[in-house]
């Protein structure tokens, strides 16, 4: 018998915990509970005023970050209307269903005046990176930056590392581009660009 789906259930008022919308095997769930954020309160606590508007929390950047890196979004604008409208990363994050996500411009401005002027959110970020490699969340045999696929052999402790290093860079020069290119269509100069050399070691936290 042929039948029609009423669309007034679009209407209807349910209530429930935004957990019980996310999947269990989701990868999400198994990044937040496998991995170790709260390093990062204690390693940005210096660059944060105890005046002015409060800033994004600093864990909810690096998620937002972690969540265009492992997904494979094109860009943080992409990952910021994802997030809006995806269940399972509003949970990661810590977002409710009413609460706003932040917009790009606020991403941007948080992340210039706690991280382009030092190699912080490149320590932090290689840190997490690591962690969801050797957890087996992120597969280091095959990286993806750009679309670009580098191969590695998973087995030497030595060479994921070295992943791990070029990935980190090129993600955030990755993210410095969308910003610059932000920055300059609203008339504002680009950000500095960052001096370092490819073989050098990111410090370990």
Not at 53 to 65: A, C, G
Not at 91 to 102: A, N, R
Not at 124 to 130: A, E, G, V
Not at 157 to 185: C, M, P, S
Request: hydrophobic fraction near 35%; charge should be positive; include cysteine.
């Amino acid at each position: 018998m042929l039948s029609k789906h009423s669309k007034d259930q679009r209407e209807q008022l349910e209530v429930f915990a935004l957990s019980e919308l996310v999947p269990e095997d989701h990868l999400v769930r198994k990044i937040e509970e496998a991995m170790d954020f709260s390093f990062i309160y204690e390693k940005v606590a210096p660059l944060y005023s105890s005046k002015g508007r409060p800033s994004i929390d600093p864990v909810v950047l690096i998620k937002m970050v972690l969540i265009q890196y492992v997904f494979g979004h094109r860009s943080m604008r992409e990952t910021i209307k994802r997030i809006e409208t995806d269940v399972a990363y509003r949970w990661f994050i810590g977002y409710g269903f009413s609460e706003k996500i932040p917009h790009f411009s606020t991403f941007s401005k948080n992340y210039e005046r706690r991280f382009h002027d030092t190699d912080l959110f490149e320590t932090i970020f290689y840190k997490i990176l690591r962690q969801a490699m050797d957890l087996g969340l992120v597969d280091p045999s095959v990286a993806f930056i750009d679309g670009t696929h580098v191969k590695a052999n998973a087995n030497k402790k030595k060479f994921v590392k070295k992943i791990v290093r070029k990935e980190t860079r090129a993600y955030q020069e990755q993210l410095d581009r969308e910003i610059n290119a932000d920055r300059e269509a609203n008339g504002k100069k680009p950000l500095k660009p960052r001096q370092c050399s490819e073989e050098r070691e990111i410090k370990e936290i």
